[in-house]
């Protein structure tokens, strides 16, 4: 698939949420849409690791991934969102 054309699906997809976002609220609460959301990027993930039979990460690679998350969010709410970091949060 051309780097092209994945470019533009994400955007198209990115693009779309805040809209549809808008919209499903309408009919559903927060967190049946949160919900919903997670299961259902849940199950393209798995289908896409099943289809391209991609490894499973070991235990120590995950704990790395999900420690960092707190250091990525602030560096990048920092970097992007100019909010001011302290040193103690």
Known sequence: MPLLVI?????????SAFPATRVALQSFGEFELNLYRYAIST??????ALLTRAP??????????????????????TLFLRERMKAWG
């Not at 470019?7 to 693009?15: K, R, S």
């Not at 199950?43 to 896409?48: A, C, E, Y």
């Open 7 to 15: 470019l533009a699906t994400a955007i198209l997809v990115c693009a």
């Open 43 to 48: 199950v393209v993930l798995v289908g896409f």
């Open 56 to 77: 499973r990460p070991a235990r120590a690679e995950a704990a790395v991934l999900v420690g960092t998350i707190p250091i990525f969010t602030a560096l990048l709410g």
